[in-house]
């Protein structure tokens, strides 16, 4: 459709107030989830995981998040002040029950009609702010590119198809900056590209009245199609802690993931063939570790001076021990 037919059809659409929710306690209706997604684009899905597992991930994320990785001590990264962060699968143990669950990946293998891949997650803490620095978007759009190495790009048929499919996995009860999707965005495939300033004010009003905002429960997935906009509902009053999950079509993008992904050798041995897969084993990466965003920190003008702290840690043993080894010999 042209891109004006489209936002037509779009203003047409019934008021959407809330999401579609899928108790997952009894099981999972795979095809009632799917209609969902390819209908209004995203859905929520509760009760996936026990309450016991939830708080087993709860606990791992409160001892990595007390602290920052400074010198192979275990921690959280900063990369700018509103949040912290650290790839979800160093959590280790049953964080992979979230990230590779075998129903979500049956749900969007089946909506992509092809294989997928786990291509990017986070454990991210946000911290309460003022303004929005995290603000709507679409994760694709046609020219799409993770980094300027990949040398295809996403074509205008290319999405037509669920490239990817987002999560974001509640640690908390969240009402405050909530997880937010933009009700049926995803069928207008970014006709303007990822970013709402790119879009006339008019057309940004239409997407931005189908904003529905995903108020969760503790132990919540959202599901959603990386081409609709989406984001969460900032600025927020309250901090926010959840888990991100992005998968990607293996058979448009291929067997990529955006940057390797650190998975503990003591929880391989746990999963499935099909676990093994999605994790991206044997896969390759866009982005190599040291140049992905999350190691930006190295260009803060405190990383120098915290380098040198850590360089001189242990010079003053250094010396005593030179000292020591002198009057022995003398």
């Given amino acids: 459709?042209?891109?004006?037919?489209?936002?037509?059809?779009?203003?047409?659409?019934?008021?959407?107030?809330?999401?579609?929710?899928?108790?997952?306690?009894?099981?999972?209706?795979?095809?009632?989830?799917?209609?969902?997604?390819?209908?209004?684009?995203?859905c929520v899905l509760r009760n996936l995981l026990s309450n016991e597992t939830v708080d087993a991930v709860s606990k791992l994320a409160d001892h990595y998040l007390a602290q920052p990785a400074i010198a192979g001590g275990l921690g959280y990264w900063k990369v700018d002040h509103p949040k912290v962060v650290l790839n979800a699968?160093?959590?280790?143990?049953?964080?992979?029950?979230?990230?590779?669950?075998?129903?979500?990946?049956?749900?969007?293998?089946?909506?992509?009609?092809?294989e997928c891949i786990l291509a990017d997650t986070m454990l991210?803490?946000?911290?309460?702010?003022?303004?929005?620095?995290?603000?709507?978007?679409?994760?694709?759009a046609e020219g799409w590119a993770?980094?300027?190495?990949?040398?295809?790009?996403?074509?205008?048929?290319?999405?037509?198809?669920v490239v990817g499919v987002g999560g974001a996995f509640y640690l908390h009860d969240t009402d405050a900056g909530a997880f937010s999707y933009c009700d049926a965005t995803h069928l207008l495939m970014s006709p303007k590209g990822q970013n709402l300033s790119g879009y006339s004010s008019q057309e940004r009003a239409a997407i931005l009245e189908r904003k529905v905002r995903c108020v969760g429960q503790r132990g919540d997935l959202v599901l959603f199609d990386d081409r609709g906009f989406h984001g969460p509902d900032f600025p927020s009053s309250a901090e926010r802690r959840v888990i991100l999950m992005d998968y990607f079509r293996v058979d448009t993008i291929g067997r990529l993931?955006?940057?390797?992904m650190p998975i503990w050798s003591t929880d391989i041995a746990a999963l499935s063939?099909?676990?093994?897969?999605?994790?991206?084993?044997g896969a390759d990466y866009m982005v190599p570790p040291m140049e992905h965003s999350r190691t930006r920190f190295r260009k803060s003008?405190?990383?120098?001076?915290?380098?040198?702290?850590?360089?001189?840690?242990y010079v003053k043993d250094h010396i005593k021990n030179n000292i020591r080894s002198l009057l022995k010999r003398g």
């Fill in 146 to 161: 993770k980094a300027p190495n990949v040398k295809r790009k996403l074509t205008a048929e290319d999405m037509r198809e």
């Fill in 301 to 313: 003008k405190l990383y120098p001076v915290l380098a040198w702290l850590v360089k001189n840690a």
């Fill in 89 to 114: 699968f160093m959590l280790g143990g049953p964080t992979l029950q979230i990230l590779l669950h075998p129903d979500v990946i049956a749900i969007i293998e089946g909506l992509m009609q092809s």
């Fill in 257 to 260: 993931q955006v940057t390797p």
């Fill in 273 to 281: 063939p099909t676990q093994l897969r999605v994790a991206g084993a």
């Fill in 124 to 140: 991210k803490h946000d911290f309460s702010t003022r303004y929005d620095y995290f603000p709507i978007h679409s994760d694709f």
């Fill in 1 to 42: 459709m042209s891109t004006e037919a489209g936002f037509d059809w779009l203003r047409a659409l019934p008021e959407s107030p809330s999401p579609s929710v899928f108790d997952a306690e009894h099981g999972l209706e795979h095809d009632a989830v799917r209609t969902a997604l390819k209908e209004r684009g995203f």
